[in-house]
């Protein structure tokens, strides 16, 4: 990037050569092209002596031309020759505090591919404030994630040494979402084969690619397409059950939200059925589903429902009282 000294030295400097030339050629009364050569010679201190002026004007025009002309040059030079250097080492010194900082972190996601679905994947994590790593090896989408201000590896996603570099010994899930499926079937059997406990999310686009991706390691695959064809049917069939659907899992309204709570170790709602656990009364918040650990779903559990270390509580309520059940369902 051209900073702003850059800019200027350049800009006295292109004043410098057309103030030469013109002076040339209205002191000494040489042609434009010869008063911009000899402009040139002078302001590069050649001095090869094919022109020189010959008038009292015209030479004293010259000391002006190589006094200013090439203290101008001379700061140009040295205003690139900075900026290079400036840039080079911020892209070092940032690199280096990148690494630091991809190294600390600890139950993160790793988006292997930072296309339409990677980058709309990014926006969300770093919504909630969720802690992912971006792994990428395209100069035009490396830059715009440097600009996002996103931790990323520049590299092939499924290579091991990236995977491992972004931390994925430690890292909760991968999002497979590169443009091919057979790409995202290599990730997911080398994250797979990295860290056999990983959840791993990979997207697919040929039918046939689903149940290889499920059966190479991957937990749960996802059509794009898919979905937003789903999306677009009930926008027909369904449109007020699909506007319930955004408002709950959107971000437009913080007033009405639909979240999942894990139940985690020690936590005070385990061994309570769904009414002591005050969800209802205390909380305001109304549990649509449970997910076992099984992975078995119980939808629209009754009130004596006993709730279990493992489970997943889908709730339904604004988004303040789900915060506070959180602190307390998940001891946080």
Not at 8 to 22: D, E, M, N
Not at 179 to 205: G, H, K, M, Q, W
Request: charged share 25%; aromatic share 8%; with cysteine.
């Amino acid at each position: 990037m051209v900073t702003r000294k850059v800019k200027i030295a350049f800009s006295f400097l292109f004043l410098i050569t057309l103030a030469g030339t013109v002076g040339y050629h209205f002191l000494e009364g040489w042609s434009l092209s010869n008063s911009f050569y000899a402009t040139i010679v002078t302001l590069g201190t050649v001095g090869f002596g094919d022109f020189y002026p010959v008038t009292p004007m015209g030479k004293l025009f010259a000391v002006f031309i190589i006094v200013f002309g090439v203290g101008a040059m001379a700061y140009t030079v040295a205003m690139i020759m900075e900026s290079f250097m400036e840039g080079r080492l911020k892209k070092i010194l940032g690199r280096g505090k990148l690494e630091k900082r991809i190294k600390k972190m600890r139950n993160h996601y790793i988006v292997c591919g930072c296309g339409k679905i990677g980058n709309l994947v990014c926006e969300e994590l770093a919504h909630e404030n969720v802690g992912f790593v971006v792994v990428d090896n395209k100069s035009d989408v490396i830059q715009d994630i440097e600009d996002s201000g996103f931790a990323y590896i520049n590299g092939n996603a499924a290579e091991d040494k990236t995977l491992l570099d972004a931390g994925i010994k430690m890292a909760r899930g991968v999002v497979c979402a590169l443009p091919t499926d057979a790409d995202n079937l290599y990730v997911v059997l080398a994250a797979r084969e990295l860290n056999p406990e990983i959840y791993i999310l990979s997207r697919f686009e040929d039918n046939t690619s689903e149940r290889r991706l499920l059966n190479a390691g991957a937990d749960r695959v996802i059509s794009p397409y898919r979905v937003g064809g789903m999306r677009m049917s009930q926008a027909i069939l369904r449109p007020a059950m699909l506007d319930f659907i955004e408002l709950t899992t959107g971000r437009q309204s913080l007033a009405l939200r639909m979240e999942e709570l894990d139940v985690c170790k020690d936590s005070p709602v385990i061994g309570k059925n769904l009414e002591e656990s005050g969800l209802r009364k205390e909380h305001g918040l109304i549990v649509v589903a449970v997910e076992k650990e099984s992975g078995k779903m119980v939808f629209n559990p009754v009130a004596s429902y006993v709730i279990e270390l493992g489970d997943k509580l889908v709730a339904l309520g604004e988004e303040e009282n789900l915060t506070e059940f959180s602190r307390i369902c998940q001891v946080l």
